[in-house]
């Protein structure tokens, strides 16, 4: 038989907490709270960054028909903006503001067999989409998108 063995008391005791432990944990509740506030900040922070996003989300397209010359902005403050800038950008006396848009696309278009009358514009949600409206009203395989610009 072997001898029984001899094991220290303490080794299947659990001994209560040091005084210095106690403070340590004591002393990383505030920075817990502190994590805790920064993550729920950094989790609002999409939810405002999206809705600060759509306020002055404007833009427009400005042409002169007979040269082609044309303007554009995306990230205007308001509509009345958005227009002025792309007139600006136009260049020309004849420049007339052809398409609008907030929080959207527009698209220009221009079929040469047509000369100044070939102009199409559009709207739409991506800039996929207005390329795909702009070409499908223009029903021309000589069209071109001259101009697109999105507000996002």
């Known amino acids: 038989m ?3 063995s001899k094991k220290r008391v303490s ?5 209560a907490p040091s005084k210095k432990r106690v ?8 920075l817990f709270r502190l994590a805790l506030i920064a993550a729920l900040a950094c989790a609002s922070q999409p939810a405002l960054s999206k809705a600060a996003g759509k306020k002055g989300a404007y833009g427009a ?5 007979e040269s082609g010359q044309f ?3 995306s990230a205007a403050a308001n509509s009345r903006t958005a227009k002025i800038e792309a007139l600006k950008q136009c260049g020309q ?3 007339e503001v052809v398409v609008s848009f907030s929080n959207a696309c527009g698209a220009l278009a ?3 067999a047509r000369g100044a009358k070939g102009y199409f514009t559009a709207t739409g949600a991506t800039q996929q989409e207005v390329q795909t409206k702009v070409l ?5 395989k000589a069209c071109t998108v001259l101009a697109w610009a999105c507000t996002k």
């Not at 499908?136 to 021309?140: K, S």
């Open 136 to 140: 499908r009203l223009c029903a021309d």
């Open 23 to 30: 403070d340590d944990h004591a002393r990383g509740a505030p």
């Open 93 to 95: 006396p004849g420049c």
């Open 61 to 65: 397209i400005a042409l002169e028909r």
């Open 11 to 15: 080794d299947h005791v659990m001994s």
């Open 110 to 112: 221009h079929q040469p």
């Open 2 to 4: 072997s001898a029984p």
């Open 71 to 73: 303007g554009y902005v």
